[in-house]
T-cell receptor, first 114, second 115 residues
């Protein structure tokens, strides 16, 4: 069974204090690893797709990296508006079909204090 | 603003009521999804529609009945729900359910409360 584990569960940072979130995964037939941001009362907002080990993607203060077993979301000089829950998900075939299914991790709640 | 639109944003209903949740996307996506999300938990897949046909039902109770009238619309009909069904119901879409590496794009959900 596909598994995704995110750590830490919660992270408190001071504004400007860089850090990383971890997503480790076990999946058969990976079809992509995705990072999402979710604000309270909103749906997940797509951030990145990572395709293969060694790949990196950047967007503003965020940089996502991928190895064969885990992904990191690096946050450089965060601001209070970066506070949100960050979800990692893997896409893999499901139930003997050709259709893919997203399996989410439990998320990391990031709080950035001014 | 999200490109997947869900209505209503909030819904309160009794256990004997019948109501429907609606979802619309105009990105030309051919796969649409319903997820259920409880507080402080990740989204859980309920249904997948591919080219307007139900492809995956994740053993969801029959009191939830999905419908895909056309490639842009997705409905979730609710009947005789239980208090434990209170949750955020999310709709998502992607280009194709079998396509490699295609992200799913989510709406902002309907917050459902069962009295």
């Amino acid at each position: 069974e596909d598994q995704v584990t995110q750590s830490p569960e919660a992270l408190r940072l001071q504004e400007g204090e860089s850090s990383s979130l971890n997503c480790s995964y076990t999946v058969s037939g990976l079809r992509g690893l995705f990072w999402y941001r979710q604000d309270p009362g909103k749906g997940p907002e797509f951030l990145f797709t990572l395709y293969s080990a060694g790949e990196e993607k950047e967007k503003e203060r965020l940089k996502a990296t991928l190895t064969k077993k885990e992904s990191f979301l690096h946050i450089t000089a965060p601001k209070p508006e970066d506070s949100a829950t960050y979800l990692c998900a893997v896409h893999s075939p499901t139930g003997g079909t050709s259709y893919g299914k997203l399996t989410f991790g439990q998320g990391t709640i990031l709080t950035v204090h001014p | 603003d999200t490109e997947v639109t869900q209505t209503p944003k909030h819904l309160v209903m009794g256990m004997t009521n019948k109501k429907s949740l609606k979802c619309e996307q105009h990105m030309g996506h051919r796969a649409m999804y319903w997820y259920k999300q409880k507080a402080k938990k990740p989204p859980e897949l309920m249904f997948v529609y591919s080219y307007e046909k139900l492809s995956i039902n994740e053993s969801v109770p029959s009191r939830f009945s999905p419908e895909c009238p056309n490639s842009s619309l997705l409905n979730l009909h609710l009947h005789a729900l239980q208090p434990e069904d209170s949750a955020l119901y999310l709709c998502a879409s992607s280009q194709d359910p079998g396509a490699l590496y295609q992200p799913q794009h989510f709406g902002d959900g309907t917050r459902l409360s069962i009295l």
